[in-house]
């Protein structure tokens, strides 16, 4: 969306930055359609060739308060990018307490936008592919939970063609360090390099959205949403707000309000689940529950390959792999970052001495037991999910 903004005595200033007429210049603010790259830390890396992007900040005075704000930003500075041949400014403002980043505008060339736009694309994909991690996952996982995820996005016109519905949910659980968060960021790598949007979504933004009247919104708003750690306790229906929150989030889920192509959301949390309100088990609501369990020996020793090449070749691998028996993906990296600072504070891998000085314990039991009732106390067994 295109703002007017009372710039005027600067726009010459502008232009001659950009080498261009006054005329010609466009001024957005922080538009939906780039906020995914805007000031993001793709494009401050060196790339492969060699190249890397010229980022040219000038010392400039306040040029004011911005007309269109209620209670007046200040642009404090200016900044010139280069998006391949493509030159354009970034200005940014500081709120009332003259210390925050509030709001970012856009200064560029007429016709020149989407051409920055695929150029920044171009360099996250570049960099997401430089930098993503295959999840350490049992066999066969990855691939189930990519069905229904990025690959059901990149089909949705084609099943809505035969009459499938375009939503899907996934809801992870079991114990914390197990590879939930590790397969979130992988997904969310491959939101990049597809151009898709994803966000995140907290418990307390899901309590926010329903106070005021904005579910909808916020479990529709990216083609991908990530609920993490979500305490599903108080989806009951039968419990609190008097179902009505449940209600509305069941409402919103079917995306009664929002009229989106497809959108997959991801339910993750530490918790035991004990029974789910077989409303939320509906198809488009959550269509596949997984389960996360300890690593065996064999996920184990393929989590240690991943690590650096030096890391790697200075420990005895099997003998981790068998002192770490019961133990988390997280319990593993502990001792990998105990090991790294042991050898730059000594120029010496020492696993034994790490060993003794970690704890292999971890946090692998659930929180607590949820669900949607509690059971009698004559029951002593914990019942979970298992995707067996």
């Known amino acids: 969306m295109e703002h007017k903004i009372d710039l005027s005595e600067y726009m010459s200033r502008f232009a001659e930055l950009l080498e261009c007429d006054a005329d010609d210049l466009y001024i957005l603010l922080d538009p939906p359609s780039t906020n995914d790259w805007l000031g993001s830390q793709?494009?401050?890396h060196t790339q492969k060739n060699g190249e890397t992007y010229i980022d040219q900040r000038l010392e400039t005075e306040k040029l004011g308060n911005l007309p269109i704000m209620?209670?007046?930003m200040t642009v404090f500075g200016v900044t010139k990018y280069m998006a391949g041949d493509t030159p354009y400014l970034i200005l940014a403002t500081l709120d009332p307490s003259g210390y925050n980043y509030q709001y970012k505008y856009m200064v560029y060339r007429k016709g020149t936008l989407?051409?920055?736009?695929?150029?920044?694309?171009?360099?996250?994909?570049?960099y997401v592919k430089d930098h993503l991690r295959t999840p350490v996952l049992e066999k066969g996982l990855l691939q189930r939970v990519l069905?229904?995820?990025i690959y059901f996005l990149q089909k949705h016109r084609s099943l809505k063609q035969f009459g499938v519905r375009v939503g899907r949910g996934l809801l992870f659980t079991g114990p914390p360090g197990n590879g939930k968060t590790m397969l979130c960021n992988y997904i969310k790598g491959l939101c990049g390099l597809r151009n898709k949007t994803y966000?995140?979504?907290s418990a307390a933004a899901l309590e926010d959205a329903f106070a005021n009247d904005r579910l909808s919104h916020?479990?529709?708003?990216?083609?991908v949403l990530f609920f993490d750690d979500i305490d599903t306790a108080y989806l009951n229906r039968k419990n609190g707000n008097d179902g009505r929150m449940a209600c509305a989030l069941l409402s919103a889920l079917d995306g009664i309000n929002e009229n989106r192509g497809a959108v997959v959301r991801i339910f993750t949390t530490n918790e035991d689940i004990q029974s789910l309100d077989e409303a939320f088990t509906r198809p488009g609501r959550i269509d596949e529950i997984i389960s996360f369990k300890l690593p065996t020996p064999e996920l184990r020793r393929e989590f240690i390959h991943t690590w650096h090449d030096d890391v790697v070749e200075a420990v005895d691998t099997n003998k981790l792999v068998k002192v770490t028996e019961g133990c988390s993906f997280a319990v593993l990296e502990n001792v990998k970052t105990n090991l790294v600072v042991h050898y730059l504070k000594t120029n010496e891998w020492d696993l034994d001495h790490v060993l003794e000085k970690t704890s292999?314990?971890?946090d692998s039991a659930p929180k607590t037991i949820i669900g949607f009732y509690r059971p009698p106390p004559e029951a002593e067994r914990r019942i979970g999910y298992s995707d067996d």
Do not use: C, F, T, W
Not at 218 to 223: F, T
């Open 114 to 126: 989407l051409s920055i736009i695929r150029y920044h694309q171009l360099m996250r994909q570049n």
């Open 70 to 72: 209620r209670r007046g």
């Open 147 to 149: 069905d229904n995820s």
């Open 42 to 44: 793709y494009y401050s």
């Open 360 to 362: 292999l314990k971890g």
């Open 199 to 201: 966000d995140m979504v």
């Open 218 to 223: 916020v479990v529709n708003g990216a083609d």
